[in-house]
Nanobody
Framework: QVQLVESGGGLVQPGDSLTLSCVES????????MAWFRQAPGKDREFVAA????????EHAVAVRGRFTISRDNSKNTVNLLMTKLKPDDTAIYFC????????????????WGQGTQVTVSS
């Protein structure tokens, strides 16, 4: 079994930066595809970013490209999401997810999920 625990959320002002972290525990001998999704009230869960096992392939959603960056530290079983130039539209619960298969933008392709961390962008 794999457990994912997110941290780093909070209340920030527009234009601020924030870094989310996700620590993976459990069957960490198997390196997973890692991703971030977010869900705003009344909306579907949407893809934010994903990174492959080695960390040399990344994908970012168009809405966050140039502002958010996903990275991972395999020595610490951690994946991070650096978020800059935050906008009120970025307000959502951010979820970490892992997959044993491939990078995907479909949440149904991910096997394990964290509980989420709230990010609120407001002046």
């Amino acid at each position: 079994q794999v457990q994912l625990v997110e941290s780093g959320g909070g209340l920030v002002q527009p234009g601020d930066s924030l870094t989310l972290s996700c620590v993976e525990s459990g069957r960490t001998g198997i390196r997973h595809i890692m991703a971030w999704f977010r869900q705003a009230p009344g909306k579907d869960r949407e893809f934010v970013a994903a990174i492959n096992r080695s960390g040399n392939t990344k994908e970012h959603a168009v809405a966050v490209r140039g502002r958010f960056t996903i990275s991972r530290d395999n020595s610490k079983n951690t994946v991070n999401l650096l978020m800059t130039k935050l906008k009120p539209d970025d307000t959502a619960i951010y979820f970490c997810a892992s997959s044993t298969e491939f990078i995907s933008r479909d949440p149904r392709d991910y096997n394990y999920w964290g509980q989420g961390t709230q990010v609120t962008v407001s002046s």
